[in-house]
């Protein structure tokens, strides 16, 4: 099941899961301001994963701007990235909606240092972040799927996925959870002719070996360890899949570690956004983050930098084992011989084959 939102603002959020026996879904968040003037918002996380690492700059307005609300990205900042071994590096401009990127071989995380996000605008300003550490995260020990039948047009049913792992002891642990589906293509360019009638669908074959990705890039999925420590983490929900094809659905499970502060921050705003809107309840709230004005610290900044070291987990989930067979909507396509199609690197898709993917079990 395609799960895809776009981060458009500080956060959004579809799960959030506590292992203190909290759980819900819930809706896309913006944080309400307290006043018109644009706040500078941050996203971003180094990890212990090869890089590039990612942060993204823009302002946001406040909710009371209505229809007017607005988004504008930043292009000419100075960011950088340092560590608690005294590594620095200033991040370049990506030239896409106000990202900046390290290099591939640049700064790279190791758990247990102190990491801090430095951004100076053009305009004069200087903002920081808290030195947040990277704390240790322990391995996933388990990914299971259920099935369970879906009665609709185009869909058979579907598989929830679980994750199991175990918490280390004497420890306060704090977790985020991530997926992304790789799906080999075999055409990178599909298209219909619509006249004459009836419509045709074409495809052209790829001129190399592509991989679309699917992720839930806006999705928070969160958990602590307060009624489980040193135990079993169990039925951590991750994602759904359709049951569209026999063939099996490969997926890469992520296990990030959070600082408490880095928790509380994403707690606070799932608690912020499943507030059911009643006359009694709290008023909102702006949810602050780890960021501030290093000449003005009454200013408000959005957004939150972390470090998290993550454990990676690679699947095959079998499909071939349900007695129903799947519903598919994918046409029939008749092949364009003219040529082939590159595969174009970007969020969405890449030439490079995923981790484990001649390797990873089948269950």
């Known amino acids: 099941m395609k799960n895809q939102m776009t981060i458009k603002r500080i956060l959004q959020a579809a799960y959030i899961f506590s292992l203190t026996l909290l759980g819900s879904c819930i809706t896309p968040f913006s944080p309400d301001l307290t006043n018109e003037s644009p706040k500078l918002s941050v996203e971003g996380t180094v990890t212990d994963l090869a890089g590039p690492y990612v942060i993204k700059l823009s302002y946001s307005t406040s909710y009371t701007s209505g229809d007017k609300k607005s988004e504008n990205t930043i292009r000419d900042a100075k960011v950088f990235i340092s560590d608690s071994e005294g590594n620095e590096e200033?991040?370049?401009?990506?030239?896409?909606?106000?990202?900046?990127?390290?290099?591939?071989?640049?700064?790279?995380?190791?758990?247990?240092?102190?990491?801090?996000?430095?951004?100076?605008?053009?305009?004069?300003?200087?903002?920081?972040?808290?030195?947040?550490?990277?704390?240790?995260?322990?391995?996933?020990?388990?990914?299971?799927?259920?099935?369970?039948?879906v009665t609709g047009e185009f869909v058979q049913g579907e598989f929830d996925v679980y994750l199991d792992a175990n918490d280390p002891v004497e420890e306060e642990n704090y977790y985020l959870w991530k997926w992304k589906h790789y799906n080999k293509l075999d055409y990178c360019l599909t298209y219909v002719q619509n006249f004459p009638s009836p419509p045709t669908w074409y495809a052209r074959y790829c001129c190399s070996e592509c991989f679309e990705i699917e992720a839930c890039a806006g999705c928070v999925n969160i958990g602590s360890d307060a009624l489980v420590n040193g135990g079993r983490i169990s039925r951590v929900p991750l994602m759904s899949f359709e049951y569209d094809s026999r063939e099996p659905y490969y997926l890469q499970a992520e296990q990030y570690s959070l600082t408490e502060s880095a928790y509380k921050f994403w707690k606070t705003a799932s608690d912020l956004i499943n507030n059911a809107g009643g006359v009694f309840d709290k008023p909102p709230v702006t949810v602050n983050g780890n960021l501030f004005n290093v000449n003005d610290p009454d200013e408000q900044v959005l957004g939150y930098f972390g470090a998290s070291s993550v454990k990676v987990k690679a699947v095959y989930f079998r499909r071939d084992n349900i007695p129903s067979f799947p519903y598919s909507s994918t046409p029939l396509y008749n092949i364009d011989t003219r040529g082939c199609q590159e595969c174009e690197e970007s969020i969405y898709r890449t030439e490079r084959k995923p981790s484990e993917w001649d390797d990873a079990p089948t269950y």
């Open 90 to 149: 200033e991040l370049v401009y990506s030239g896409n909606a106000g990202t900046y990127v390290t290099a591939a071989d640049g700064i790279q995380g190791v758990a247990g240092r102190f990491y801090t996000l430095r951004v100076e605008l053009s305009n004069g300003k200087a903002y920081q972040s808290y030195p947040e550490l990277m704390p240790y995260a322990p391995e996933i020990d388990t990914l299971y799927a259920e099935y369970r039948d």
